[in-house]
């Protein structure tokens, strides 16, 4: 047996989202579906990140054990020619057979794309979130700052989430503007359930007024997600990638 | 009665271009008909640009005349509540009468953007033109400094164009690079039919060695379509300024 380490890139618009569901087609039967069709063996894949609805990833990981001798180089194209073109492989290693994509994770990057205008955009709609309020950046890079370091994160977390603990490391959180785009990139050891998206979401209430830069170290405090700000759409999100 | 100047930004991809066609949905009928509907008057409204099938705008010019007293700030709303979301009218000003959006016309601006590396990618692929090739950088940037300046471009045109005079200015041609990420910026008096196309296309000819750098000048001087590149596909062009 062999165990193979998938990096994938997807566009999230057109699915329910990684994991399978009643409603909807997911990233994974979409992948498992061709995985286990070109390899002909009753395969289960593991992806290391549930995103949701609408979100994209340059990186997620994936892992799955085969007894097929396929050169690992040749596993990209094979795959790729029989999955829909918003789902790419963009690399196959073969890794130990311990190695987990969940329990195996150091940590991992998300991006956040934001377009700031009044007027909404045409272009890339599905790739940005507009947000229409004029934001005050240079607060928005200060209440960055807050988040970084080890801290309960329980006011940034939504209901539906599977571990107990919310404790977390934010290693770095940054933002940059280009016009009228603003992306924010984010590192930690492990994220909430929709952590990153109420980050977001409350930095763009820091820009346009609505909670002071200098609360934050307080909303964190508080362990209250009544005290943050909005969950960022999920379109905007992207799981850039997940380090070991 | 006024003359109304909007500027507007679409998303090609939906729509067989500009212009009114008999097979498929043109950019120009789908606004004609909401401004119609919306002043009630039979109004023809006139775009400084013909963008081909996929092309993408961020600064189309389109003008009309009407009776109508609807204060012009106003009328970007209005239009847009009407639009599908992959049209925005970004703004509207009111101009004289003999303001004419072709001809007035002092130059354009496009932008052409290009995802290069050898996967084929998931994301934004209606707004990137893939390459797989590996490109020299330097030597498309050496490429470019030929087209600078005045000149006659019958090798950078298309066949069907409309106008018979091939010479046009190019002010500037600018590569920039990203990571994976190349955008060409373009400013001229005018353009040729797919002219930013097969200039696009010659370059990343000469980034992959098909065509030396040094030879740009004998291509434009022999005036003959068949020595310059390949036309860039249509999905990575923008149109972004119409300058007046």
């Known amino acids: 047996m062999r165990n193979i380490k998938l990096t994938l890139e997807y566009d999230g618009t057109n699915y329910?989202?990684?994991?399978?569901?009643?409603?909807?087609?997911?990233?994974?039967?979409?992948?498992?579906?061709?995985?286990?069709?070109?390899?002909?063996?009753?395969?289960?894949?593991?992806?290391s990140s549930r995103t949701d609805s609408g979100v994209h990833a340059r990186g997620q990981v994936v892992c799955f054990k085969t007894k097929s001798t396929i050169p690992t180089h040749k596993i990209p194209g094979a795959i790729n020619s029989r999955l829909p073109r918003d789902i790419v492989v963009?690399?196959?290693?073969?890794?130990?057979?311990?190695?987990?994509?969940?329990?195996?994770?150091?940590?991992?990057?998300?991006?956040?794309r934001i377009i700031n205008r009044k007027m909404e955009p045409a272009l890339m709609r599905n790739y940005?979130?507009?947000?229409?309020y004029n934001l005050n950046f240079e607060h928005m890079q200060k209440a960055a700052t807050y988040f970084i370091?080890?801290?309960?994160?329980?006011?940034?977390?939504?209901?539906?989430?599977?571990?107990?603990?919310?404790?977390?490391?934010?290693?770095?959180?940054?933002l940059t503007k280009d016009g009228d785009y603003i992306t924010v990139t984010i590192e930690g050891n492990g994220f909430l359930y929709n952590m990153v998206r109420i980050i977001v979401g409350t930095l763009i209430d820091v820009g346009r007024g609505r909670i002071p830069y200098d609360s934050i170290g307080d909303?964190?405090?508080?362990?209250?997600?009544?005290?943050?700000?909005?969950?960022?759409?999920?379109?905007g999100l992207y799981l850039e990638k997940v380090y070991y």
Chains 1, 2 share one sequence.
């Open 149 to 174: 370091g080890e801290h309960d994160f329980s006011s940034f977390k939504s209901q539906g989430g599977s571990t107990k603990d919310s404790i977390r490391e934010i290693y770095s959180l940054n």
């Open 16 to 47: 329910c989202g990684w994991q399978r569901q009643i409603n909807g087609i997911s990233i994974e039967e979409t992948l498992e579906k061709v995985i286990i069709d070109l390899f002909e063996e009753d395969i289960k894949i593991l992806g």
């Open 90 to 112: 963009v690399y196959a290693e073969e890794v130990d057979m311990d190695f987990h994509p969940i329990y195996s994770t150091k940590g991992k990057m998300y991006s956040y």
């Open 128 to 132: 940005y979130w507009h947000v229409g």
């Open 219 to 235: 909303i964190i405090k508080s362990k209250d997600r009544r005290r943050a700000g909005i969950t960022a759409q999920a379109h």
